[in-house]
T-cell receptor, first 111, second 110 residues
């Protein structure tokens, strides 16, 4: 049982490039979320989904897109990377009233 | 709106001392409160949920609706407790939306 799998683990982008951070869970969880973790800011919610085909914005959605075509996958797209998007990104999933299970994170640097 | 505040960025104690990590929240309904722990460069792990009223690794947390607080406590800190601790809130509408506080780094000195 892999839980929540994020790829890649590390990525360096140039300003203006686009990329997709992948997130997959094998627990048949309804809820999935993307967070970014920055020093002194804690974890901030970027986008979340309550089920396949349903997504909504979190606290800091600008510059990011998501889609949820299947229950298992919840990719995060950076449309045009900026240095302010340098961060550690975590994907998480949950079912019902349970706590969230987190992925191991993607460390992204935008130069 | 949901809001979680952890007023201390860093809490430093000696081994064997009591620990209290503060968490205050703002939410108009009945929230679900959680504590998550992140050891150095690892993924976040669920530590406690208020609805479970359990003790994990010697930690406990009680939801105080009057003071809108969910402080994390441990009577005797251990060096292996050194980590980042996050308080988190999910609203009663059960959208799955989980909001975190800024986090508190707990440093337990030998």
């Amino acid at each position: 049982n892999a839980g929540v799998t994020q790829t890649p683990k590390f990525q360096v982008l140039k300003t203006g490039q686009s990329m997709t951070l992948q997130c997959a869970q094998d627990m048949n969880h309804e809820y999935m979320s993307w967070y970014r973790q920055d020093p002194g800011m804690g974890l901030r919610l970027i986008h979340y989904s309550v089920g396949a085909g349903i997504t909504d914005q979190g606290e800091v959605p600008n510059g990011y897109n998501v889609s949820r075509s299947t229950t298992e996958d919840f990719p995060l797209r950076l449309l045009s990377a900026a240095p302010s998007q340098t961060s550690v990104y975590f994907c998480a999933s949950s079912q019902g009233a349970g706590g969230y299970t987190f992925g191991s994170g993607t460390r992204l640097t935008v130069v | 709106a949901q809001r979680v505040t952890q007023p201390e960025k860093l809490l430093s104690v000696f081994k064997g001392a009591p620990v209290e990590l503060k968490c205050n929240y703002s939410y108009s309904g009945s929230p679900e409160l959680f504590w998550y722990v992140q050891y150095s460069r690892q993924r976040l792990q669920l530590l406690l949920r208020h609805i479970s009223r359990e003790s994990i690794k010697g930690f406990t947390a009680d939801l105080n609706k009057g003071e809108t607080s969910f402080h994390l406590k441990k009577p005797f800190a251990q060096e292996e407790d050194s980590a980042m601790y996050y308080c988190a809130l999910r609203g009663s509408s059960n959208t799955g939306k989980l909001i975190f506080g800024q986090g508190t780094t707990l440093q337990v000195k030998p």
